[in-house]
């Protein structure tokens, strides 16, 4: 696969996680990784129940069944790992579409002190 850097490929999408979507390469079938902050532009909210990340600005949703075009933008094949891009997205910026899991989100601590959440 380390050949077919930046080349384009249909997918789709076959497990969606809190960091990101797995998709299976046509006519290729390997399975790379859209990471979420490949999503810019947007934050992403991952809800497992639907299977789904969704963009809480542009309400765009990427879930589990889903067609998309890719490219390959990076192979390690030690750690048999691919990295993916959507076509048509410019490189990802640090810190863009992160997404976060809502069950997972910290809840205030009930024990405030005079420097708001901090514990002593």
């Known amino acids: 696969m380390q050949a077919k850097i930046g ?7 076959t497990k969606v996680a809190n960091f990101g979507l ?7 079938y390997v399975d790379g990784l859209l990471h979420v902050t ?6 992403y909210h991952f809800d497992e129940v639907t299977h789904s990340l969704t963009g809480e600005r ?3 949703s990427f879930k589990l069944g889903d067609q998309l075009r890719v490219v390959v933008s990076h ?3 030690e750690d048999r790992k691919i990295d993916l891009q959507l076509v048509g997205s410019t490189a ?6 992160r997404a976060i899991a809502k069950h997972k989100r910290a809840a205030p601590t009930a024990n405030k002190g ?3 959440n901090r514990r002593r």
Request: charged residues 25%.
């Open 38 to 43: 490949a999503l810019t532009n947007d934050y």
């Open 22 to 28: 797995f998709v299976e390469l046509k006519d290729v």
């Open 58 to 60: 542009s309400g765009q």
């Open 75 to 77: 192979v390690n094949v």
């Open 92 to 97: 990802p910026s640090k810190g863009v579409g």
């Open 7 to 13: 080349e384009e490929f249909a997918g789709m999408v």
């Open 114 to 116: 005079p420097r708001g």
